[in-house]
């Protein structure tokens, strides 16, 4: 069975952009969570969707965006790129939400220069 | 709010030791608790998850328990291998599917 996938693997966006991350689940999971990874915060929550619904959101400002689709893919979208959204985001699934194990994509590396 | 504390934040020793790695967390209010590993610049990998009526769990050369009462969860690894070398996260779950996570014990395991 496939693991989760994200596309791009590495981004470089200049300040004021905006950007579209891209995360494909397991086959059968319907539950993605996003999250951010950057040194001096470490591993952050940005949201959960289940069955294209937004079902729990982290403190990040509404700059930070996601969907799902009905096909359990999910995008999270960044507007007004900022230097400090420089960070690895992680994408996980898991087959239900709440109290599942989750699993985790390689990540998307983004600079913001 | 909930915040999860990981002791030591490095560790360096020879192959073949048995190792805990600690972790501890505020709120006893958890769905389960998960262990994951992480090489530098890669994605997590799932070790091992303990659901919150659970006391521990065993993979391999892999033992994480949980005490959710005092707000602890150990993870032993026996006779560790170069291989182990990674930085090893815990999360709690505390809500649907919001994973709070320490940060990291970062491991190296020399020949």
Known sequence: KAGVTQTPRYLIKTRGQQVTLSCSPISGHRSVSWYQQTPGQGLQFLFEYFSETQRNKGNFPGRFSGRQFSNSRSEMNVSTLELGDSALYLCASSFVSGGDEQYFGPGTRLTVT | ?111
């Open chain 2, 1 to 111: 709010k909930q915040e999860v504390t990981q002791i030591p934040a490095a560790l360096s020793v020879p192959e073949g030791e048995n190792l805990v790695l600690n972790c501890s967390f505020t709120d006893s209010a958890i769905y389960n608790l998960q262990w994951f590993r992480q090489d530098p610049g890669k994605g997590l990998t799932s070790l091992l998850l303990i659901q919150s009526s659970q006391r521990e769990q065993t993979s391999g050369r892999l033992n994480a328990s949980l005490d959710k009462s005092s707000g602890r969860s150990t993870l032993y690894i026996a006779a560790s291998q170069p291989g182990d070398s990674a930085t090893y996260l815990c999360a709690v779950e505390e809500d649907t599917d919001k994973l709070i996570f320490g940060t990291g014990t970062r491991l190296q395991v020399f020949p």
